[in-house]
């Protein structure tokens, strides 16, 4: 047997840091932070506790590392939508992919869900929440006003807290909750609807 390679090594490492961070993702959605220890993210990531300070300094640098994820993939995604070539198209996909976050991320949208219902025990994290809302909410009404809406600043406004309320209500309800009309009700409002 071959020794292996420093690539092979480093594919190693970050296989063993994304088994860790999905394993407290799971945990912190489902038991929430504070009941949540290192020991129990090692049990269910299969990795020896030590393992963890390997990648994390603490329980606290991991759920940094978790937030700075989510936030990475929200500036993907920013980046293709603006990449659309009109305003309806672009909210379209905003809508969209946010019901699709909702659906096929569920974890990651309990402990957003939930971590935003406790900002202040996490100042760090509370302050680039904010620098992102304010850097996205000017974003959402240009692009609302690039549609035609009356006050786009209110609109858009709104619309965020909307989202952010049918998160919580798909989050409480889960199954039994309407997202898809949900989200044709976002469509039929700002008249997204594919046209043939």
């Not at 799971?26 to 949540?36: I, P």
């Not at 939508?81 to 949208?109: K, N, P, V, W």
């Not at 996490?122 to 992102?132: A, L």
């Given at each position: 047997?071959?020794?292996r390679?420093?690539?092979?090594?480093?594919?190693?490492?970050?296989?063993s840091?994304?088994k860790?961070?999905?394993a407290?993702l799971?945990?912190?959605?489902g038991?929430g932070?504070h009941?949540?220890?290192i020991?129990?993210i090692a049990?269910?990531?299969?990795?020896a506790?030590?393992?963890?300070?390997?990648?994390?300094?603490?329980?606290?640098?991991?759920?940094?590392?978790?937030?700075d994820?989510?936030l990475?993939?929200?500036?993907e995604?920013?980046?293709k939508?603006?990449g659309?070539?009109?305003?309806?198209?672009?909210l379209r996909?905003?809508?969209?992919?946010s019901?699709?976050?909702?659906?096929t991320?569920?974890?990651?949208?309990?402990?957003?869900?939930s971590?935003?219902?406790q900002?202040?025990q996490?100042?760090?994290i509370m302050?680039?929440?904010?620098?992102?809302?304010?850097?996205?909410?000017p974003?959402?009404?240009?692009?609302?006003?690039?549609?035609?809406?009356?006050?786009?600043?209110?609109?858009a406004?709104?619309?965020?807290?909307?989202?952010?309320?049918?998160?919580?209500?798909y989050?409480?309800?889960?199954?039994?909750y309407?997202?898809?009309e949900?989200?044709?009700?976002?469509?039929?409002?700002?008249?997204l609807?594919e046209?043939?």
């Amino acid at each position: 047997m071959s020794p292996r390679t420093s690539k092979q090594y480093k594919e190693i490492r970050e296989q063993s840091r994304e088994k860790i961070m999905m394993a407290a993702l799971e945990l912190f959605a489902g038991r929430g932070f504070h009941n949540t220890s290192i020991s129990q993210i090692a049990k269910q990531a299969g990795v020896a506790k030590g393992l963890i300070y390997n990648y994390f300094s603490s329980k606290e640098d991991l759920l940094h590392a978790i937030i700075d994820r989510a936030l990475a993939e929200g500036d993907e995604f920013f980046a293709k939508m603006t990449g659309l070539s009109d305003a309806r198209q672009q909210l379209r996909y905003l809508i969209g992919q946010s019901f699709e976050l909702m659906e096929t991320q569920f974890d990651y949208t309990k402990l957003l869900t939930s971590l935003s219902l406790q900002l202040d025990q996490f100042p760090g994290i509370m302050e680039t929440v904010r620098e992102k809302y304010s850097s996205t909410l000017p974003l959402l009404e240009q692009l609302l006003d690039r549609i035609g809406v009356e006050d786009a600043a209110g609109e858009a406004k709104l619309l965020a807290a909307l989202l952010d309320g049918i998160g919580v209500q798909y989050i409480v309800l889960h199954h039994d909750y309407p997202l898809e009309e949900m989200k044709q009700l976002l469509y039929k409002r700002y008249n997204l609807n594919e046209r043939s």
